[in-house]
């Protein structure tokens, strides 16, 4: 590598977008760090992080199918308001993925997670329970952790992003474009989440 002028990316620290000092009802960790499941819509997980851009600061919201890693529901917003984080992300994974079976949708303790509105979202399908990763336990929701860390290193620590257009433009390239269709990933056997996703269903047809 020395001798190629090659030098190796390193994630950096980054500040926390978790606020858990709240007095809404938190939830039991019913994932309990079970990340490999075995179908399609059988657990989710969400998690909020952060991106920088010259006009400020933008908060990118995930929700991932455990099954196929796939990035389901996503959004930009320069707030950190519920009704502009998680209730569009929410949005977006619903419209994709129909919950016709039981659901675990697990996040870390945030407010937006345990807000009245959107635990109203979570309610409304009889068929989606809610849990939460144990205080202070990053582990418990590592595979969300670990996108940002590969977002940030493959993308945003590469960009100085001059306006929020841009950024948001680059975010929806590499998520619907690059990260679900296109990247290999180890943990699928070098396949992309959208080739899983699409050999689960024909499986699932011809079964």
């Excluded at 336990?137 to 929020?164: G, M, P, Q, R």
Aim: hydrophobic share 35%; glycine share 2%; proline share 2%.
């Amino acid at each position: 590598m020395r001798a190629n002028n090659w030098a190796s990316k390193h994630k950096r620290k980054f500040k926390a977008t978790t606020n858990s000092n709240h007095k809404y009802p938190v939830c039991r960790n019913l994932l309990n760090r079970n990340f490999n499941p075995s179908r399609v819509n059988e657990a989710w997980v969400s998690d909020i992080t952060y991106i920088h851009t010259n006009q400020g600061w933008l908060y990118l919201t995930t929700i991932i199918d455990l099954f196929d890693r796939q990035v389901i529901g996503w959004s930009l917003s320069t707030s950190l308001h519920t009704n502009q984080t998680i209730v569009p992300a929410w949005k977006m994974a619903v419209s994709k993925r129909n919950i016709n079976m039981d659901l675990i949708f697990h996040s870390d303790r945030g407010i937006q997670y345990a807000s009245k509105t959107f635990r109203t979202f979570i309610k409304s399908n009889p068929l989606v329970t809610q849990s939460m990763s144990r205080k202070g336990n990053c582990w418990d929701n590592s595979v969300a952790e670990s996108f940002f860390k590969t977002i940030k290193v493959e993308l945003i620590y590469d960009d100085n992003f001059k306006t929020i257009e841009q950024a948001k433009t680059a975010v929806f390239e590499y998520i619907e474009i690059w990260y679900n269709r296109k990247r290999l990933h180890s943990f699928l056997g070098y396949k992309t989440p959208y080739e899983v996703e699409q050999k689960f269903y024909q499986f699932k047809n011809v079964a």
